[in-house]
């Protein structure tokens, strides 16, 4: 499987982006999809996942309220739809694939071994 991440960039406080992330290869609808974060000097991070229907959802704590993130299996594509974004937002983006874990929960799909499949990156900036 190879996960193609995109719409990255430089917005302001309070702005919006919405990332994407196109899946080739394998049978889309079997992986649970992801989104985590880098910043710079920090460990990688959950952002938000959604299960293989589509139908849940997870977040972490501080993109609540901001970030929804769903998929369209029939485009084989994840999005990330960011808004009211802040400077601690700033980051690279990386989409996962997750075709092991039978049951989808935030506390199952938080963890970054879970998942199989990595996107190169896409990197967001937001300027105070």
């Known amino acids: 499987v190879q996960l193609q991440a995109s719409g990255g960039g430089l917005v302001q406080a309070g702005g919006s982006l919405r990332l994407s992330c196109a899946a080739s290869?394998?049978?889309?609808?079997?992986?649970?999809m992801g989104w985590f974060r880098q910043a710079p000097g920090k460990e990688r991070e959950f952002v938000a996942a959604i299960s293989r229907s589509g139908s849940s959802t997870a977040y972490t704590d501080s993109v609540k309220g901001r970030f929804t993130i769903s998929r369209d299996n029939a485009k084989n594509t994840v999005n990330l739809q960011m808004n009211s974004l802040k400077p601690e937002d700033t980051a690279v983006y990386y989409c996962a694939a997750d075709l092991t874990t039978i049951a989808f929960s935030y506390a199952n799909n938080r963890w970054s071994f879970r998942y199989d499949y990595w996107g190169q990156g896409t990197q967001v900036t937001v300027s105070s």
């Open positions: 290869g394998g049978t889309f609808s079997d992986y649970v």
